[in-house]
């Protein structure tokens, strides 16, 4: 007889913000990286994905995905690879009992919310592709953990694999041909350095020029930079950047993060043709964080822009007034101002997932 019930399962992803970044791809298909990377997982209510995975005998039509309420293709090579994954682990569970519903044989209705600037280097398909993997992961009851689902996020998006774990985070590039070990796994949890404040500067919630996958593959292909970046500076980073984080050492971390994005904004120069995702807000927020540093005679400030203009400030509770302050008071808070370029700041703790 036909089962008419609907499966359902909702759940929420995170967005992360990289301090080592991910930058180039050694297999496109498996959505390999050319380096390891490290991130901290942003808590604020509206930049997360929010969704909804449901699956029932009695729909007739495709798999579908609703994004911000508008109908989205869920039909791309990285999207199918992970939902074959997913069903082919939740067939593995039927084949074992055969009283469970054989969700991996229905389609499924994904409805997907993300409210934060989408595609402006706010990482929208990192929380998109966690919160998606996650909600069929959960309305399949996968056994996996977070680390085996982080790769099937990988072939979603790479940066999606770090949205899996609160806190700080590391996606090991892996050296596995098959890309099975190139998983993110998590560095510490948010409450070993609860101190840590984010603050997201929106110079613009327009859509980025040249997105990250192009961009990444052109770097990778032309610039004369890159493999010094790749095969030195990213692999000595990571692990003094790991050490900073296990010392709670903010200024080392600062240091460590200004310096990669900007390798990374430099790779981007150095790419034919140029990619230019910085602009003169961008720089205006680099220049304050200096000045804020130098009047306070240490790091208490770090920038880091992903592949657009956004600027996304780490800096600890203590230095609150001199940080958050100070950008506030020039900037205006998301209440209050909406400079010439709509500039805005938004302050977001560290999120901890299950803890
Ligand atoms: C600059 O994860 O969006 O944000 O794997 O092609 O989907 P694809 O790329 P994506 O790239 C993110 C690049 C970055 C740096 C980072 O998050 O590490």
Redesign the pocket.
């Known amino acids: 007889m036909a089962d008419s019930r609907v499966y359902r399962a909702s759940t929420t992803a995170p967005v992360?913000?990289?301090v080592?970044?991910?930058?180039g791809?050694r297999d496109a298909k498996l959505?390999l990286p050319t380096n390891s990377?490290l991130?901290v997982t942003l808590a604020q209510s509206d930049l997360k994905a929010h969704t909804t995975a449901s699956c029932s005998q009695a729909f007739s039509d495709d798999d579908s995905l609703i994004l911000n309420g508008e109908p989205s293709p869920l039909t791309t090579p990285?999207s199918q690879a992970c939902l074959a994954r997913l069903r082919a682990l939740r067939k593995i569970l039927e084949d074992r009992d055969n009283s469970l519903p054989k969700l991996s044989q229905w389609p499924l209705r994904i409805v997907s919310i993300n409210n934060f600037p989408t595609a402006a280097?706010l990482?929208s398909?990192?929380a998109g592709f966690a919160a998606l993997i996650r909600a069929i992961a959960n309305l399949y009851e996968l056994p996996q953990s977070p680390t085996e689902l982080s790769a099937i996020a990988?072939q979603?998006?790479?940066?999606?694999c770090?949205s899996l774990f609160g806190g700080y985070v590391a996606w090991d590039a892996g050296t596995a041909a098959d890309g099975n070990d190139s998983v993110a796994v998590e560095v510490a949890p948010a409450s070993h350095w609860p101190e840590m404040r984010a603050l997201v500067v929106v110079a613009s919630a327009e859509k980025k020029g040249v997105p990250?996958?192009a961009g990444?593959q052109q770097t990778a292909a032309t610039s004369t930079l890159f493999p010094l970046r790749v095969e030195k500076l990213v692999p000595a980073r990571m692990i003094a950047m790991k050490e900073a984080i296990a010392k709670k050492d903010f200024a080392t971390f600062a240091d460590l993060t200004m310096q990669d994005s900007n390798s990374?904004h430099a790779v981007c120069l150095d790419t034919v043709p140029p990619i230019f995702y910085m602009n003169e807000t961008s720089r205006a927020a680099v220049r304050l964080v200096e000045a804020i540093n130098e009047r306070v005679g240490r790091n208490v400030a770090a920038y880091t822009f992903?592949?657009g203009p956004n600027a996304v400030v780490y800096y600890l509770a203590e230095n609150e007034g001199q940080v958050a302050g100070v950008f506030k008071s020039l900037l205006g808070d998301k209440d209050g101002w909406a400079g010439d370029r709509g500039t805005q700041v938004q302050e977001a703790p560290i999120e901890g997932l299950d803890e």
């Not at 080592?20 to 930058?23: L, Q």
């Not at 979603?156 to 999606?160: E, H, I, L, N, R």
């Open positions: 992360n913000i990289a080592i970044k991910y930058w791809k959505n990377s991130s990285r280097g990482a398909s990192a990988r979603g998006s790479g940066s999606a770090r990250s996958t990444m990374f992903d592949a």
